[in-house]
């Protein structure tokens, strides 16, 4: 009987498939793996201690951080910084990037992270993720610079995102593929559940949050009033980017978290929200744009800036982009 594929068996056998591969993901990969097993343990059970409710503290973006926030931030820190394969590693919950403390080794990658994305989510069990994304650093000496991570999307190395839903998957990208491994908490094992993802061309389901209707550009108002009309697709919105990206991944479709009257840049980050999902997605086959150009040919100034995100399905985003240029 197959026992199924580890994420730890199929990384090295992606390893010899490509020469180029160093085996610094493997290690990389691997204590994400089990970073993201540490987190999934405690969303698991966030409802049974008192590890809900709000720290009293704000993060750096003034928003009330949940205290599973922290832990998932610790927990990936910890996790990671002693592999001797990163220099440093920025965060949604933290001011300034974190250079790895000197008694490590120092390699020669950096990680962004959103550590707990959708945290807002987490007291009424909708699910919620942790999104990744990872450079080779630029500078030369000890200390990576903040230039290291001010670097366009087209020079991400590997992206991925742990969803904590139904199940815990893990979905990652070396640049050969989008690949799927959901975890089997019998074994406590990542087992390979969706090889080399691919999204369909178009997709019947469009997701956004209407209820910034009213402040949306005029573009943002005709091309939803035009679904509306073909009656083509169902809306679906989560309210956590991890799920709404993992089931356009799968579905397809697409996702608009579009700039506004009131937000012209949006609410998502580019470097550890934005860049991590459109990496995925045109691995699978589909864009991310923010309305003007592609996401991945961003080059961001600052750790946290937003970008509007338009991402999906190639067809679908094509169309929005008719409604942007005024020819729908
Ligand atoms: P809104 C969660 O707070 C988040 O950062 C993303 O995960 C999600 O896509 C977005 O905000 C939802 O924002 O304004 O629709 O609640």
Redesign the pocket.
């Known amino acids: 009987m197959d026992n199924g594929t580890t994420l730890t068996r199929f990384i090295l056998e992606q390893e010899r498939q490509h020469p180029e591969a160093t085996g610094e993901f493997t290690a990389l990969i691997n204590d994400i793996g089990i970073a993201a097993k540490l987190v999934a343990r405690e969303v698991s059970k966030a409802g049974l201690v008192d590890i809900l409710g709000l720290t009293g503290r704000k993060n750096v973006h003034g928003e009330h951080v949940q205290k599973l926030d922290e832990f998932a931030n610790e927990v990936f820190i910890k996790s990671l910084e002693y592999t001797g394969h990163l220099a440093a590693i920025a965060s949604e919950e933290m001011e300034d990037f974190c250079p790895v403390p000197e008694f490590f080794p120092r390699g020669k990658y950096i990680l962004l992270m959103d550590p707990l994305?959708?945290s807002?989510n987490i007291d009424v069990n909708i699910s919620i993720g942790t999104i990744f994304c990872i450079f080779k650093r630029r500078s030369e000496g000890n200390v990576a610079s903040l230039g290291d991570f001010l670097q366009p999307g087209s020079a991400i190395v590997c992206a991925g995102y742990v969803i904590y839903g139904s199940s815990t998957m893990l979905v990652y990208s070396t640049g050969h593929g989008v690949h799927g491994f959901t975890l089997d908490p019998s074994i406590g094992e990542f087992l390979l559940s969706h090889e080399s993802i691919r999204m369909p061309e178009r997709g019947k389901i469009y997701s956004i949050?209407e209820g910034n209707y009213t402040i949306w550009e005029d573009w943002t108002k005709e091309y939803i009033d035009d679904i509306k009309m073909k009656k083509e697709k169902s809306l679906r919105y989560v309210?956590?980017?991890?799920a709404?990206i993992h089931r356009t991944l799968l579905k397809g479709g697409i996702f608009l978290?579009p700039g506004d009257k009131k937000n012209p840049s949006g609410?998502?980050r580019l470097l550890y929200?934005c860049f991590p999902m459109a990496y995925l997605i045109e691995q699978a086959g589909g864009y991310a744009y923010d309305g003007q150009q592609r996401i991945l040919d961003k080059t961001p100034v600052e750790l946290h800036e937003r970008s509007p995100l338009i991402i999906g399905s190639k067809q679908d985003v094509e169309e929005v982009l008719k409604f942007i240029k005024g020819g729908n």
């Open positions: 994305d959708g807002s949050n309210g956590t980017l991890v709404d978290y609410k998502l929200e």
